[in-house]
């Protein structure tokens, strides 16, 4: 006891304490963190493969080392990949937005301009550069395991507002619209969750757990099954459009009847 006491006036001592320290709060951090859903390693012959492919598609506008590009005003080119992960790569180049097709506001979506091997490869080389979101593993892409009221109670407090609650999208500045999510890949609903593209804040594990964005795909699913009850949806774009499309056909027929209704009496 009296050798301890002796040691604990060492000048060492408190860095002892402060690295103990650290690996103890580390530790706990790893193993208390939410579980990712990785689907698959890669080899270094995808990673090498993939950077082939980025030197010919993507440096153009993200630099040769994925750090980025501005132009001479400042103005950013193409954004930095390094940390984005492969979740964020196979959700761009999967839909077709990237590549883009054209500068603008916003990337649209159209037929993806890679196969799945490539767009696999590319990922790999993506995430090799920097730790991120991994591509999400089948199990939580299964809407069967999902729960679609919960769900839906998920997306209409986080996602109705920009894509509106039957989820057909929605408007939004400056030239930007939030895309229809009904009918989207389960994988790009949730790596769409989970790295936040465009103006989408991203929803990370410790926001939404995995089994959340499962249920989030169990409740578009529901609806894209469900289609709508009522008849026609008109788009599914709220009261605005629906009242829109009364005024115009009501008015038209009273303006029909009255123009038959004048032409009659002369």
């Known amino acids: 006891m009296k050798a301890l006491a002796a040691r604990r006036h060492h000048p ?21 963190q939410p579980s990712t859903a990785q689907a698959e390693a890669y080899t270094q012959d995808d990673i090498d493969a993939g950077q082939q492919l980025f030197l ?9 080392n994925a750090e980025g590009l501005t132009d001479l005003e400042g103005e950013t080119i193409g954004p930095s990949l390094i940390g984005v992960g492969a979740a964020a790569v196979d959700f761009q180049v999967g839909t077709g937005r990237m590549p883009m097709q054209a500068s603008g506001p916003q990337a649209a979506r159209k037929p993806p301009q890679m196969t799945e091997e490539q767009t696999r490869q590319l ?10 979101p991994a591509v999400p593993a089948d199990e939580y892409l299964d809407a069967s395991q999902g729960d679609p009221t919960q769900g839906g109670e998920i997306f209409r ?20 619209y939030a895309p229809p999510v009904v009918g989207v890949e389960p994988k790009h609903v949730y ?19 995995a089994e959340d964005k499962r249920d989030v795909i169990a409740y578009l699913e529901a609806i894209d099954e469900t289609g709508s009850p009522g008849g026609i949806s008109l788009g599914s774009l ?3 459009t ?3 499309y009364a005024w115009t056909i009501i008015l038209t027929l009273l303006l029909s009847c009255a123009v038959w209704l004048g032409a009659k009496a002369k």
């Open 123 to 132: 990922a790999a080389y993506v995430a090799s550069l920097g730790p991120g």
């Open 242 to 244: 629906e009242g829109l």
């Open 56 to 64: 010919r598609n993507c440096a153009t506008c993200h630099g040769r």
């Open 157 to 176: 407090i986080n996602c109705a507002m920009c894509h509106n609650a039957a989820g057909a999208g929605g408007a939004l500045t400056r030239g930007k």
């Open 238 to 240: 709220g009261p605005v």
């Open 191 to 209: 790596e769409a969750m989970e790295t936040g593209p465009q103006n989408m804040p991203v929803f990370s594990d410790s926001n939404l757990s």
């Open 12 to 32: 060492m001592a408190l860095l002892v304490i402060l690295l103990l320290a650290l690996v103890a709060t580390g530790g706990l951090y790893a193993a208390l």
